[in-house]
């Protein structure tokens, strides 16, 4: 049990550590500081930054004193990276800087913030990260200059996307931009009604219990309205190939 557990351990480091290395040489030093770089060069970075990102990882593990905390903080570094990736599929004007300033703005307030107010809630030190993070990120986004028109078109042409695409052709249309909003606030508000309801029941609350089953069903029943709406409201979707697996990330 104890091998089986500590390979598992292994594995989940390892997987970590090589795709953060892979991701730092491809994506950030290949693509923004050496475009000729080659191979051997792109595996000594790599292999840099398996030294560093194991050693900020033992760093930051010494700091934490049990699993919650360790999943508040790791919540945190990971806050100022939701909201850009969701938007990257409905705004136009966000590009690659958008997400890395977003997310390294994010660790850097998670590094600051919690060792200078210890005693402060993680709920509102976590509010106060992706407010810093998402403002660092649109700064970002209005800095440096769009995606290229061509690829834009491209991309929407095969996912036609809802959201504000600058009146792209291929565009689906703005009715499916707010079916899809109220699915993604309806699947939100099922999803926790069905988990506090059931918590409830389990814990001898059963009205209160079955109150918030019930309006979590019929929230998740809205959901599925709502997405189907939104497919329906985006015509030949099928025959763009959105479900295809090339890379149909706008940035390339």
Not at 97 to 115: D, F, K, S
């Amino acid at each position: 049990m104890l091998a089986s557990l500590n390979v598992a351990l292994l594995d989940t480091v390892d997987t970590h550590i090589n795709r953060c290395a892979s991701f730092h040489a491809n994506v950030l030093y290949r693509r923004f500081v050496r475009p000729s770089a080659s191979h051997r060069e792109l595996v000594s970075v790599g292999r840099v930054a398996v030294f560093a990102l194991a050693t900020l990882g033992v760093a930051v593990a010494a700091r934490i004193a049990s699993i919650e905390s360790a999943w508040r903080f790791f919540i945190a570094l990971g806050a100022g990276l939701g909201l850009p990736s969701m938007l990257r599929w409905l705004w136009w004007r966000v590009n690659a800087w958008t997400e890395i300033v977003g997310m390294t703005v994010a660790v850097a307030a998670a590094l600051v913030l919690y060792p200078l107010f210890p005693g402060v809630r993680d709920e509102y030190l976590l509010v106060a990260i992706v407010a810093i993070s998402m403002s660092a990120a649109l700064a970002a986004t209005f800095l440096t200059p769009p995606v290229p028109r061509d690829r834009l078109q491209a991309f929407v042409s095969r996912v036609r996307p809802p959201g504000l695409w600058a009146d792209l052709p291929d565009a689906a249309p703005r009715a499916a931009a707010i079916w899809l909003a109220t699915g993604w606030l309806a699947g939100n508000i099922g999803v926790f009604s069905l988990m506090f309801g059931v918590g409830h029941v389990l814990l001898g609350r059963p009205a209160r219990g079955a109150l918030l089953s019930a309006a979590g069903a019929l929230a998740l029943a809205l959901t599925w309205r709502a997405m189907t709406r939104s497919a329906a409201a985006v015509p030949n979707l099928q025959s763009h190939g959105a479900a295809a697996g090339a890379d149909m990330d706008p940035d390339g």
